[in-house]
Antibody, heavy 118, light 110 residues
Framework: EVQLVESEGGLVQPGGSLRLSCAAS????????MTWVRQAPGKGLEWVAN????????YYVDSVKGRFTISRDNAKNSLYLQMNSLRAEDTAVYYC???????????WGQGTLVTVSS | QSVLTQPPSVSAAPGQKVTISCSGS????????VSWYQQLPGTAPKLLIY???KRPSGIPDRFSGSKSGTSATLGITGLQTGDEADYYC???????????FGTGTKVSVL
C-alpha cells in the first residue's frame, strides 16, 4: 500500500525557516517524480515544487523561488521541502504527492499545517 | 490567480448529472494531459481522472473526463450526497514550467 506521511508542521515567525519531510513507503520511491502542493486556509490548491527521480531537475512556482528548496534522499525514501524567509502568505496545509510520468498526482499525504505568524 | 478557470459552484439533485468545465490555453490543456481531483471537506485531494479520461482503480464510472482543444470537462452522473466536495482540474503548463490547478468548483447536492 502506497503511503506518504508528512512531518509535523508548526508555527513559525515571519522570516523564519522550517523543513518539512515526507516519508514514502509501499512503492519504489526512486522511480517517481515527487511534488509538494499547498492549500492556504479556505483557498484552492497551489502547486509548489517538484523534483525528478534522481534530483537532477527541480521546478518551483514563482512565489517560492529563491526561498524554498525541494530535495530528496532515495536511500531513505524521503522527500523534503526547506522553507526559508517565510511569509504570512506561506501559511497553508502542505501536501506531498507522488507524480507518475503523465504528470498527475496519484497519491497524496495527509497534509501538514504550517502557520507563519508573529 | 490560476491560469485554469472553473465555475465556482455547480449543483443538482441526487441522481442527476453535473458537468464541470476547465478552461485553459494552448500552453497547458491544449498540449498536456489533464487530471481531476476531488477534495472532500477536511481531507487531502484524491485523484479522480488522469490523462484526460482515465480512472484510477476504485473510481466508479459515474466519473468521466474529456478534453476538447483548450478546455476539459469532468462529468458526474448519478449524483450522490457523498459527491459533495471541491473539484480541481490540473495540468502542466509548458510556458510557466509549472503544474497548475484550476480555481476549483464546489459541487452541492440539492
Amino acid at each position: 500500500e502506497v503511503q506518504l506521511v508528512e512531518s509535523e508542521g508548526g508555527l513559525v515567525q515571519p522570516g523564519g525557516s522550517l523543513r518539512l519531510s515526507c516519508a514514502a513507503s509501499g512503492f519504489i520511491f526512486s522511480t517517481y517524480w515527487m511534488t509538494w502542493v499547498r492549500q492556504a486556509p479556505g483557498k484552492g490548491l497551489e502547486w509548489v515544487a517538484n523534483i525528478k527521480q534522481d534530483g537532477s531537475e527541480k521546478y518551483y512556482v514563482d512565489s517560492v523561488k529563491g526561498r524554498f528548496t525541494i530535495s530528496r534522499d532515495n536511500a531513505k525514501n524521503s522527500l523534503y521541502l526547506q522553507m526559508n524567509s517565510l511569509r504570512a502568505e506561506d501559511t497553508a496545509v502542505y501536501y506531498c504527492a507522488r507524480t507518475p510520468p503523465a504528470g498527475h498526482h496519484d497519491y497524496w499525504g495527509q497534509g501538514t499545517l504550517v502557520t507563519v505568524s508573529s | 490567480q490560476s491560469v485554469l478557470t472553473q465555475p465556482p459552484s455547480v449543483s443538482a439533485a441526487p441522481g442527476q448529472k453535473v458537468t464541470i468545465s476547465c478552461s485553459g490555453s494552448s500552453s497547458n490543456i491544449g498540449s498536456t494531459f489533464v487530471s481531476w481531483y476531488q477534495q472532500l471537506p477536511g481531507t487531502a485531494p484524491k485523484l479522480l481522472i488522469y490523462e484526460h479520461n482515465k480512472r484510477p482503480s476504485g473510481i466508479p464510472d459515474r466519473f468521466s473526463g474529456s478534453k476538447s482543444g483548450t478546455s476539459a470537462t469532468l462529468g458526474i452522473t448519478g449524483l450522490q450526497t457523498g459527491d459533495e466536495a471541491d473539484y480541481y482540474c490540473g495540468t502542466w503548463d509548458n510556458s510557466l514550467r509549472t503544474y497548475v490547478f484550476g480555481t476549483g468548483t464546489k459541487v452541492s447536492v440539492l
